[in-house]
């Protein structure tokens, strides 16, 4: 009995430290059921966002559907789930999607828990003004800046303009609305996000240099059962790059 309860106690044990990505399909699953699940954002322009039709468009949506063109017959296999910052790693390690393509930046501490596709676009900080007189950073050294509170942001900026004075937001509308009001001279983030606010503000320019360097990627499950997948997405993105697809679809987004 004693060594029975130890059993249990050792399976259990096993169930609770074992990462909930086991429970991912299998690249044999995702092909004999055409699906293909993928976590993107619905509401970042020009990444991927939904527009006034309602349909769900932006460079990662195009991603997606050639991933499933390509590797199931049809963009149609593709089906979306879309997702907040908070939850684009979770949706993969709890089998919610096979993948995500939802602006997530390859880190150390990330790629502890999942696996990471060759990146598809170099993203980066950037800043963008209102002000025609500002060309680049070189006339922001003195100049208030908004930032969002406790992002990696901040120190890139500081390092970049040490005299700036730095002003904190809760968010990008809050910055829109600050700057509006001409609370401000300019605000810091990222340049995907920053393009797209561009795209729909055109009062607002985004400035030409990038201030630090973030390279997003798709967001796969780890474990040896999921190497066919991740060998299929990998040399999908370098047939991508070598063709000159990814290139055209991100100068399309105008990214």
């Known amino acids: 009995m004693k060594h029975r309860l130890i059993n249990l106690l050792t399976a259990l044990l096993f169930l609770a430290i074992t990462p909930s990505s086991i429970l991912a399909r299998e690249w044999t699953k995702i092909e004999s059921q055409s699906e293909l699940k993928v976590a993107v954002k619905d509401n970042l322009r020009p990444l991927g966002f939904t527009d006034e039709n309602g349909h ?5 949506v195009d991603i997606a559907r050639k991933l499933g063109e390509e590797l199931l017959g049809t963009a149609d296999a593709v089906k979306f789930l879309a997702v907040a910052n908070k939850d684009r790693l979770q949706v993969v390690l709890e089998d919610e999607t096979d ?7 390859i880190t150390n501490s990330r ?14 900080t950037g800043i963008v003004t209102k002000n025609n007189e500002i060309q680049n950073i070189a006339g922001l050294n003195r100049s208030r800046i908004f930032v969002l509170n406790n992002s990696a942001t901040i120190a890139v900026v500081h390092n970049k303009l040490p005299h700036a004075t730095l002003i904190g937001v809760d968010s990008y509308q809050s910055a829109l609305e600050l ?4 609370q401000g001279d300019a605000f810091a983030g990222d340049r995907s996000v920053l393009t797209g606010w ?15 360097g973030e390279a997003l990627a798709i967001v796969m499950p780890k474990g040896l ?26 100068e399309y987004w105008g990214l």
């Open 56 to 60: 769900l468009i932006g460079l990662e």
């Open 198 to 212: 561009t795209q729909e503000y055109p009062d607002y320019k985004l400035l030409p240099e990038r201030l630090s």
């Open 179 to 182: 700057l509006d009001t001409n």
């Open 111 to 124: 790629s502890r828990i999942v696996a990471f596709s060759p990146y598809y676009y170099l993203d980066g």
């Open 225 to 250: 059962q999921y190497k066919e997948l991740r060998n299929k997405v990998n040399q999908a993105i370098a047939d991508w790059k070598k063709s000159g697809w990814l290139k055209e679809r991100i």
């Open 99 to 105: 993948i995500a393509i939802a602006r997530v930046g």
